[in-house]
């Protein structure tokens, strides 16, 4: 998926624009890992909408009601990703615009 690959390098130019040091991403690693755990299940959700979606157009599955849920869940879930990042790069431009 396109959107979460761009949320994924956008996290990773924020980190490396604060100019983060090793010493301090080991420390932080508990909010990359929440991060990129997010990442991996908005993907994971998004995976398997298609694939029901697949099983439906197949004729592997007949239940309309599970492709809709798995879909809607994967749409939630993505805009929920795109409202946090949106979030963090609204944050990451107020301090940028801070005067030192």
Known sequence: MAG?????????????SLGLEQQQQQTDSGFFQAFQSAMANVNNQQHAADAAVTRLQTGQSESLHEVTIAMEKADISLRLATQMRNKALDAYNEIMRMQV
């Open 4 to 16: 979460i690959d761009s949320l994924s390098q956008v996290g990773a130019q924020i980190q490396q």
